[in-house]
């Protein structure tokens, strides 16, 4: 019954961590600002000035691509903690288990407020 109820409380809790909708989101936003903000760069590189001030214009996400960088090395600090945690010979399996779900709400609280925030600058 142990086993059951564990999985019930597995379907029924909100997706945290890298199945979350958000990250998942976020990721998406993040690769597509910087894709953008590396062919912003690739035209200024090319003397392009006028085109890369047209895409620039045209795509404001671009702008968000320094952001986006700054949230995903705070993932990634905290996805590097998660695995210190896993791979941890000191802790309990419900200690991991505590300390790994506050990680995984951590990283989705933070892309969740990520994107809040790109919606703001984008409006």
């Known amino acids: ?12 809790r909100e997706p945290i961590g890298t199945g979350s909708e958000s990250l998942n989101i ?3 936003k993040s690769d ?4 953008g903000f ?7 590189e090319k003397g392009d000035k006028e085109k890369a001030q047209e ?8 702008k968000l691509a320094p952001f986006y ?3 995903r090395k705070q993932i990634s600090g905290i996805r590097s903690v998660r695995n210190d ?4 010979g000191k802790l309990t399996p419900a200690e991991k288990r505590e300390k790994i779900d506050k990680l995984d709400r951590l990283s989705t609280d933070i892309a969740g407020k990520a994107l ?8």
Request: net charge negative; proline share 2%; glycine share 0%.
């Open 69 to 71: 960088n700054t949230i």
């Open 1 to 12: 019954t142990e086993n059951k109820e564990s999985l019930t409380r597995c379907k029924i």
């Open 32 to 35: 597509q600002a910087a894709a």
């Open 26 to 28: 976020f990721y998406e």
């Open 38 to 44: 590396s062919y912003y760069n690739d035209l200024l």
């Open 85 to 88: 945690i896993i791979s941890s």
């Open 116 to 123: 809040e925030i790109r919606l703001k600058n984008n409006e």
């Open 55 to 62: 895409f620039f214009a045209n795509h404001p996400e671009v």
